[in-house]
């Protein structure tokens, strides 16, 4: 009877541990009780190795302390999304991922730099709280959303300072600002843009959709970088504006960002 009560003993105690032997990830939120749910996890070294840390949708880390310039690597898990700045409190440069990245070394940052160990702060989202995490955004008529439920999956969103600071506003699928002037005063205003989902912007240099035009189908810091049709950057160059619903889809004769 001693020897049955020791192995069933040993059994319940192996049973116990065996949990525990699978190294949980570490939340950002705690440890564990997130895991299954739309998460993001950094990594140390690329393709997922050394330290790692987690994060859940809606965890907003204004500076990573020890990790910062420290991250080569990211995993994405469910839904989630991340959005990871060159600088502390959301500054500087930044850049979205949805799906995993093993190397961040062959994503570029800016010229010859890539955003491996150049990470300082990040925010996480998921689709389904919509590209804004839990902020209603203003969309062109400059009134809130009113339907908390509508997936807020597509839009854009612009700025009239750099690296997405400074006064904003947001338009979704389908909205054709002709006049920029008439709608908060955005003519020639333009700084920088933000796409998500599957949304593209076109910037007309005059009202009503005419001139030169430019068609965004990613995130864009600084227009004063980007350069064409005639034009050596389309810094506060934008009298109008078309948010179209397909990445893409496109118009002929227009260039393309």
């Known amino acids: 009877m001693k020897i049955l009560s020791t192995l069933a003993f040993g059994t319940l105690f192996s049973l116990s541990l065996a949990p525990q032997l699978g190294a949980a990830p570490q939340f950002g939120q705690g440890r564990e009780r997130n895991q299954g749910r739309e998460r993001v996890c950094v990594y140390q070294d690329i393709q997922y190795q050394g330290w790692e840390q987690c994060y859940s949708a809606g965890d907003e880390i204004p500076n990573l302390d020890r990790r910062n310039n420290a991250i080569s690597a990211i995993r994405i898990f469910g839904r989630a999304r991340v959005t990871v700045y060159e600088d502390t409190n959301f500054r500087g440069r930044s850049e979205e991922f949805s799906s995993d990245v093993p190397d961040l070394g062959r994503r570029s940052l800016s010229g010859s730099k890539s955003w491996s160990d150049h990470i300082q702060s990040l925010r996480v989202s998921d689709n389904n709280s919509g590209p804004f995490g839990n ?41 054709n600002l002709s006049d920029l002037a008439r709608v908060g005063n955005w003519s020639d205003r333009i700084s920088s843009i933000r796409v998500f989902g599957r949304s593209v912007a076109v910037l007309y240099r005059d009202i009503g959709f005419r001139g030169q035009s430019i068609t965004v189908d990613r995130d864009i810091p600084d227009l004063g970088r980007v350069s064409g049709q005639g034009f050596r950057n389309w810094d506060r160059q934008a009298s109008s504006l078309e948010v179209e619903n397909e990445r893409g889809r496109g118009r002929s004769g227009r260039g393309r960002f």
Do not use: H, K, M, T
């Not at 955004?137 to 400059?142: C, D, E, R, S, T």
């Not at 509508?150 to 300072?161: A, M």
């Open 135 to 175: 902020n209603a955004p203003i969309f062109g008529g400059g009134q809130p959303n009113r339907n908390p439920g509508r997936q807020l999956d597509d839009g854009v969103c612009v700025y009239d300072r750099q690296d997405f600071q400074g006064r904003s506003q947001c338009w979704g699928p389908g909205e």
